[in-house]
T-cell receptor, first 115, second 107 residues
Framework: EPEVTQTPSHQVTQMGQEVILRCVPISNHLYFYWYRQILGQKVEFLVS????????KSEIFDDQFSVERPDGSNFTLKIRSTKLEDSAMYFCASSETGDYTDTQYFGPGTRLTVL | RKEVEQDPGPFNVPEGATVAFNCTYSNSASQSFFWYRQDCRKEPKLLMS???SGNEDGRFTAQLNRASQYISLLIRDSKLSDSATYLC????????FGSGTRLSIRP
């Protein structure tokens, strides 16, 4: 069964450093998403991406965040200058059509720890 | 008011019991609803989608009540492996999740 993959599984960084989290969505999917989950809290939407553009973003997704599809398979989330409060699990998801009935499949996540 | 609200639990029930969770949503524009299962420190995995009044898949039944803006999940004949956190989500495009309901099945 096709699945979303993410690398690395765990990233430790110093406050103020830049990090790039990588995702490979399911190959025939066209819509991509990033969510985050701070430990003990709910899964929160960050951003959705389609046709090389951001479709929607949340208030969390400020100027420190950016997304990119650098090639035909990868989808990345960059945090320019990490803060302690960016420590969380970051999940990538993809869906085939982006329709509201369409299932979003989640990757295993990257645990980001900011020291 | 939170967009999606769930009882956080934990629900602790014996194996074989029937357990039900409720979830309320505030955005009347939401078109579809989901129940995801999340194991500790793992990704959410889709359990069921609900678009019309309800959906059934084996031991799991999801119901949607648009008038009252709530979704329910019923698990019959619960197994030890059902122990997890159950996330309710509503979607008009992105998924808005509730905080999750923890379920623990005891032998």
């Amino acid at each position: 069964e096709p699945e979303v993959t993410q690398t690395p599984s765990h990233q430790v960084t110093q406050m103020g450093q830049e990090v790039i989290l990588r995702c490979v969505p399911i190959s025939n999917h066209l819509y991509f998403y990033w969510y985050r989950q701070i430990l003990g809290q709910k899964v929160e939407f960050l951003v959705s991406f389609y046709n090389n553009e951001i479709s929607e973003k949340s208030e969390i997704f400020d100027d420190q965040f950016s997304v990119e599809r650098p090639d035909g398979s990868n989808f990345t989330l960059k945090i320019r200058s990490t803060k302690l409060e960016d420590s969380a699990m970051y999940f990538c998801a993809s869906s085939e059509t982006g329709d509201y009935t369409d299932t979003q499949y989640f990757g295993p996540g990257t645990r980001l720890t900011v020291l | 008011r939170k967009e999606v609200e769930q009882d956080p639990g934990p629900f602790n029930v014996p194996e074989g019991a029937t357990v039900a969770f409720n979830c309320t949503y505030s955005n009347s524009a939401s078109q579809s609803f989901f129940w995801y299962r999340q194991d500790c420190r793992k990704e959410p995995k889709l359990l069921m989608s609900v678009y019309s009044s309800g959906n059934e898949d084996g031991r799991f039944t999801a119901q949607l009540n648009r008038a009252s803006q709530y979704i329910s999940l019923l698990i019959r004949d619960s197994k030890l492996s059902d122990s997890a956190t159950y996330l309710c989500g509503s979607s008009a495009s992105k998924i808005i999740f509730g905080s999750g309901t923890r379920l623990s099945i005891r032998p």
